[in-house]
């Protein structure tokens, strides 16, 4: 299970992180420009993590794998962490998955 983390970051936006309970980051969000939409935010990746098809598997250039989550119209919630191999891309999906009871932000800012 993950735990979401919302940081206002250097140039006063926020942002959230799901990180794993091992510490390691799995999916990081877009820039918000109010902690309220960086909340929304959060219910998106909860809401959508449900649906399995909006998870969008990705390899990158130089061999790695990592994963998109996308809203029902299309917009990119989160992106993942880069992963060595299929299966800790997988791993980190799951993670995301498991993470979608309603749970408070951990608040930083």
């Known amino acids: 299970m993950g735990k979401f983390i919302l940081k206002k970051d250097k140039a006063g936006k926020f942002r959230f992180n799901l990180k794993a309970s091992n510490g390691q980051i799995v999916l990081s ?4 420009s109010t902690k309220s939409g960086a909340l929304k935010g959060i219910d998106s990746v909860i809401r ?3 649906h399995t098809a909006r998870f969008i ?8 794998y990592y994963f998109v ?13 880069f992963y060595s191999s299929r ?17 408070k932000a951990h608040n930083n800012v």
């Open 87 to 103: 299966t800790g891309r997988e791993g980190g999906i799951s993670i995301v998955k498991d993470s979608n009871d309603r749970q």
């Open 29 to 32: 969000s877009q820039a918000y």
């Open 48 to 50: 959508n993590s449900k």
């Open 57 to 64: 598997r990705k390899k990158a250039r130089d061999g790695s």
């Open 69 to 81: 989550l996308k809203a029902s119209n299309g917009q990119i919630i989160g992106k993942s962490t």
